[in-house]
């Protein structure tokens, strides 16, 4: 009987130390690279000492213009502006009292547009952006292979008058279906509306003509668009679009230490569902892919406005590296608007080529480069607004050398939620960025 109890006793004992393993077995292991993470408020600190650093810099002087540096160039470069709907009316009606002159004295009538081929760009390193140079082609009506972009052209100018007479706005879209038969593809009304902002020497938007809302923007932040205030901390997931018209938007207010750009709509979303902007104050901002007019001159306003230091996240390609280029440096299609459109000094944050090793990234998870790919990797190699970079340098040759490519989705292979709770902490921490 004794024996009996005493084996209950060790079984009830046995069963115990089981239950235990097993809870064991079953806690959540720790993410890669976890353990290496600092307290929040340890890189907080971090983070806001270099913000304060970006907003007092020791040298305040007033940022270079092309004007102030035009005389040590060796071409002429042109520079479009801002102007009122008034201001481009009268540049309309004085341009085409002249075309009218010409024809009345048997000249008949032609454009002279300034050249945006990409022979005629011209990066500065002083400005840290490409610029167009002052070279301009003649659009004759009489000539054959130019007189349908010579009507498209009238045609453009003639819609951009009534809208200066109204005081619209309307989209590119709008534009294109007002004579489909003409413009016969988007295309083609969209590059002739850049050349009209060239030859008017004004920027697209003060044309009245806007791209659809494309970018959005949540976390720290808030400001007024058209007299309406928005806090984008209670936009939901999906967060604000961001206003096509630029002059709607002002009084920004924030207490973000950092703005946040990502490339990506997939990855925008699972930070603002993480609430990543609340644990690391900051404003997150996608135009979901390829950046739209709007959401570059967002940002440049951001950043003049609040001072803050803006950090990329990019897939790790050669094209990820492309748009966040035409964030910083202006792309060569709108180089005669760069002034407004590039945002100064964004730091390159990830994905980059290196950190596909550093963070032990799978290879089932890593793309092969295409022929394209690497053939665009090797031509960014060749852009001055690269080399000035050696890091950039750096992390692209090592991307062509493997020829190995990466989204940021490959860091879901540690868990959904690895990019918001280790990767970006660890980056802040360590200030790991080009």
Known sequence: MADKRKRRRVSRHDDSDSDAESSHDLAPKPL????????????????????ESIQNPPDSRKPLSLVDISPSLSSTCREVTDLSLSSVQSAIETLVISL??????????????????????????????????DKASLRPFSSVSSVRKTTITTRILSLVHQLCLKNIHVTKRDLFYTDVKLFQDQSQSDAVLDDVSC????TRSSLNVIAAEKGVVVGRLIFSDNGDMIDCTKMGIGGKAIPPNIDRVGDMQSDA???LLVEKDAAYIRLAEDRFYNRFPCIIITAKGQPDVATRLFMRKLKLELKLPVLALVDSDPYGLKILSVYGCGSKNMSYDSANLTTPDIKWLGIRPSDLD???????????????DIKTGKDLLEEDFVKKNPGWVQELELMVKTKQKAEIQALSTFGFQY????YLPLKLQQQDWL
């Open 100 to 133: 009218t002159k010409s024809i009345l004295s048997g000249n008949g009538f032609s454009f002279l547009v300034p050249s945006r081929s990409s022979s005629n760009h011209l990066y500065i390193p002083e400005l840290d952006r490409i610029v167009l140079r």
């Open 32 to 51: 890669p690279f976890q353990k290496r993470l600092k307290p929040d408020a340890v890189i907080l600190a971090s983070v806001k000492k270099f913000t």
């Open 358 to 372: 550093k963070y032990k990234i799978p290879e089932q998870c890593r793309l092969p480069m295409s022929e394209q």
């Open 257 to 259: 230490l950092f703005v």
């Open 419 to 422: 990019l918001s709770e280790v």
């Open 199 to 202: 030859l008017l020497g004004c």
